[in-house]
């Protein structure tokens, strides 16, 4: 058994590939997820990332290529790797008569957690979800709060590393807000690994993401190094006056991908030469009789880095 260190990396996977009849659902999928990380799992409809979370957990068997976690491969049926695992899967199962105390109580002596050890975590857990003394059943719950019951169960075990998979994808704006809270105060506690084709939510509490694409992983990065990768970039710049003959001027540049208005006298300029850009933009709106009231770099969203990867079609 290997020995678990900082850095080792809480789930190693390579070349991993799973095949269901003719469809290639995993084609050689390479993934390095650090430990302590907040991990985005990105990908569209269909681009395998419940395969790769079921093989991960135990629940499906890899066709080729390993998968590691904290450096045991997850086949070895003899190592207890699943003691290190939280897992929420996309459609989880509740006993819709318990109370969410009832659940993790019994979710608890699953594990073998008892007595005072056991009280202590699910009062930790009860607060964590925001559930604390909701005698309600959990047949009666709102989807948020299933859910949110559902990252708590998942952590019952004190796991090192939570996986959940699409944690928020049928839940409301603050059923979503609600989770991705509940992710974020794990941060720097446990390596949380989610994947979800919501490019916002892994924008707001990710500090790395994969994007996977047809059963490829098609870039693995820390996000704002992604950004400044792959993110075409952008130019923001206000004139003193009216802007239309310069906009359509920096359209017809052949450093200039593209022209949005943001206001009457604003612009915002995707870029494909920055640096061709930073010293023709000053020297057009001079040369126009205009001042230059802000000339700045743009955010470039992580929405622009995903269709530039896969396409905007997917
Ligand atoms: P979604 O967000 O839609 O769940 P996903 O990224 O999780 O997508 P997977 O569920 O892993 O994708 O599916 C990847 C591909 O493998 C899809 O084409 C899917 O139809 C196929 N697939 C997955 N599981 C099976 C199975 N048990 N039998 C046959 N095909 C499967």
Redesign the pocket.
């Known amino acids: 058994m290997a020995e678990t260190t900082t850095g080792t990396p809480a789930i190693e996977i390579v070349g991993l590939t799973k095949v ?2 003719k ?1 290639r ?1 995993l084609d050689g999928v390479d993934l390095e997820v650090p430990q302590g990380s907040v991990f985005g799992f990105l ?1 569209p ?7 790769t979370l079921r093989i991960l957990t135990g629940l499906a068997t890899p066709d080729q290529g390993t998968a590691r976690i904290l450096g045991r491969d997850v086949t070895d049926v003899d190592n207890d790797v699943r003691s290190d695992i939280g897992f929420l899967p ?1 459609v989880p199962g509740f006993y819709p008569w318990m109370t969410a105390e009832e659940f993790l109580r019994f979710s608890g002596g699953l594990f073998g957690i008892a007595g005072e050890a056991l009280d202590a975590r699910v009062k930790a857990l009860l607060e964590l979800a925001g559930l604390t003394g909701v005698k309600q059943k959990v047949g009666g719950y709102s989807r948020g709060m299933k859910q949110r019951l559902g990252v708590a169960q998942a952590l019952i075990n004190s796991p090192k590393i939570l996986m959940l998979d ?1 944690p928020t994808s049928a839940l409301d704006p603050i059923g979503r807000k609600e989770v991705l809270d509940m992710i974020t105060a794990l941060a720097g506690r446990t390596t949380v690994f989610f ?1 979800t ?1 919501i490019l916002s939510d892994v924008e707001r509490v990710c500090d790395t993401v994969a994007i996977l694409h047809k059963g490829t992983v098609v870039t693995q990065a820390p996000i704002n190094e992604l950004k400044e990768r792959y993110g075409s970039q952008k130019l923001v710049l206000e004139v003193t006056a009216q802007s239309n003959e310069l906009a359509s001027l920096f359209s017809a540049a052949s450093w200039c991908a593209g022209v949005e208005h943001t206001n009457g006298r604003g612009l915002t300029l995707t870029v494909s030469d920055i640096e061709a850009a930073r010293v023709a933009v000053p020297a057009e709106v001079a040369a126009r009789g205009l001042g230059l009231i802000r000339l700045e770099a743009g955010e470039v969203s992580l929405e622009e880095v995903f269709v530039d990867l896969v396409g905007g079609g997917q």
Do not use: P, R
């Open positions: 269901y009849g469809t659902a990908g409809n269909g681009a395998g990332k419940t395969t996309d699409e994947s084709h």
